[in-house]
């Protein structure tokens, strides 16, 4: 059986302040490097046998964390990005909201393509599933810890899983530093085992930031 970790980053400056990030580089903060310390054991003791994550700071440096307490490197893939916001990204919520009304009222809807450049739900499901597979098949029937982001992981999730989005929507976000596990024998396939799962507690922030 081959045990998947997806594990969100921790918290950045643009998490706090509800601006959104999508593909920018944005590095994590104080209490982002706290999170993947303080989380960082837990996932240690499951004892990894590959860590992959995205190439984005935030990402890899949360990767990182593990990666001390393991030994084992860690693989870079962009297709872990986070989902990109078109002409959204390093806005604040609240400016999309104004300048974007009708793409921001589909986006809040759940529209898979809401516009405005913002990549579509199948696309980032797909480009996020193929990366998670391709982790998991680096050691099969071992563990592998994958770290990406809030909006990618519950996607790339939902596409193992052959979840519709819609599906996906009654799945609550991830907490920074939170992460979903899924495992996967030759009967069942993909399954999800557990979800949000993490040291320290706090809201989880809307997937676009």
Known sequence: MTRLIVWRHGNTDWNAAGRVQGQTDVPLNDLGREQARAAAPVLAALRPDAIVASDLRRAADTAAALAALTGLPVRSDARLRERHFGQWQGLALTEAAERFPDEYARWRAGDPDPGAGIESLHDLGKRLGAAFQAAADLATGGTVVVTTH????????GHLLGWDHM?????????????????????????????????????ALTDAV
């Open 150 to 157: 809030g909006g990618g992981a519950r996607q790339g999730v």
């Open 167 to 203: 599906v996906l929507r009654s799945l609550g976000s991830l907490a920074n530093c939170h992460w979903t596990e899924l495992r996967h024998d030759d009967v069942r396939g993909w399954h999800l085992r557990a979800h949000n799962v993490g040291l320290i507690t706090q809201p």
